[in-house]
């Protein structure tokens, strides 16, 4: 994509006026051997696309594929949005062909990120609602901005919809099932403090978040892998599993969920306040 464009172009046009269709949505960089950055790029708020999952999922595995890495942080490179979760639009009056497509892309980013070898951190340095929340939980250790106007939670319900049975179940082992059931029906959205009361995250910071989230995954990466693995492997192996067998089942619930007209007027009710704003 980039690469259709003259080589002056490529070198004086600004990043920021760089198209979606000509970003790489995500980039990678190598602070230490060990230490793999994975930058979430696709403005203006990291939506996940049906192209963005596949870019995540694909730049996970190409970061996995060097044995000698040991962990990776998951950033943005908006400074105040982690991720706005799903691309709404993409729920919006979609072809039942794509919808199918982008749920399945959906299943597999969190089934590569949830069982990843390497140890995730996610550094939250913004609003993480919905989507962006599902990233979160399925890295390994979790570090926000103290900023208390961020927000992160499951907000689906706000929406008209409700969050899939394997996110539901995310969140109850993240959070436990009196505050998962109370958040889930409520669509509510946590404050950090809030967050960190609740063990949605770990750890909140002043400074710089990445900065911290280097110095965790430094310690991260101490640990020999074949142990770390194979505790990772026992926590997390039942709801890999269980989402595996019911892959195309979900991706049925899911279509028909979204395309009832109930749900589409919803959704449509949503983006647009999105845009008033
Ligand atoms: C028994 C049967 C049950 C079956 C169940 C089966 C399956 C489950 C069914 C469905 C599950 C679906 C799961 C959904 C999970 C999701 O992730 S849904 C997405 C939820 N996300 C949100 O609600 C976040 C919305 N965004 C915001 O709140 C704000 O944008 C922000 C992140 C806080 C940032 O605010 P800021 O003021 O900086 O930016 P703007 O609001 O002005 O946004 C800029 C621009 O971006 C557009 N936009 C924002 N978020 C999204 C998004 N998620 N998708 C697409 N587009 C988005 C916004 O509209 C603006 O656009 P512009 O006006 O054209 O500039």
């Known amino acids: 994509m980039l690469s259709r464009l003259s080589p002056l172009a490529q070198r004086t046009i600004s990043p920021r006026l760089l198209s ?37 999922v694909e730049s996970i595995k190409e970061i996995e594929s060097n044995p000698e890495v040991q962990a990776m942080v998951l950033k943005s490179s908006n400074p105040k949005i982690f991720s706005a979760g799903l691309d709404i639009t993409e729920m919006n009056r979609p072809t039942v062909a794509r919808l199918e497509d982008f749920w399945r892309n959906i299943q597999t980013l969190f089934l590569t990120l949830y069982s990843t070898r390497l140890s995730t951190i996610a550094s939250i340095d913004g609003h993480s ?58 669509g ?68 028909d969920f979204i395309m009832e007209e109930g749900v589409q007027k919803g959704i449509e009710g949503y983006l647009k306040n999105l845009s008033k704003k």
Do not use: H
């Not at 960089?29 to 995540?56: G, Q």
């Not at 989230?213 to 020999?224: G, N, Q, T, V, Y």
């Open 188 to 255: 509510k959205l946590y404050s950090p403090k809030e967050a960190l009361e609740i063990k949605l995250v770990d750890e909140l910071v002043d400074s710089p978040v990445i900065d911290v989230a280097l110095k965790r995954a430094d310690e991260w990466a101490s640990i020999p892998e074949k142990g770390r693995v194979a505790s990772k492997v026992m926590l997390r192996g039942a709801m890999i599993q269980d989402l595996e067998e019911k892959r195309e089942m979900d991706v049925g619930w899911f279509r």
């Open 129 to 186: 609602p919905a989507g962006g929340c599902l990233l979160a939980m399925s890295c390994d250790y979790r570090i926000m901005s103290a900023t208390p106007s961020y927000k992160i939670g499951l907000n689906e319900t706000k929406l008209g919809i409700a969050a899939p049975y394997w996110l539901k179940d995310l969140f109850v082992t993240t959070i436990g099932y009196r505050e998962a059931e109370v958040g889930l029906a409520l």
């Open 20 to 56: 979606n269709a000509q970003r790489t949505l995500v980039n990678i960089s190598y602070p230490s051997p060990k230490i793999a950055v994975l930058e979430l790029d696709r403005p203006p708020v990291n939506s996940l696309s049906l192209e963005m999952s596949a870019k995540i």
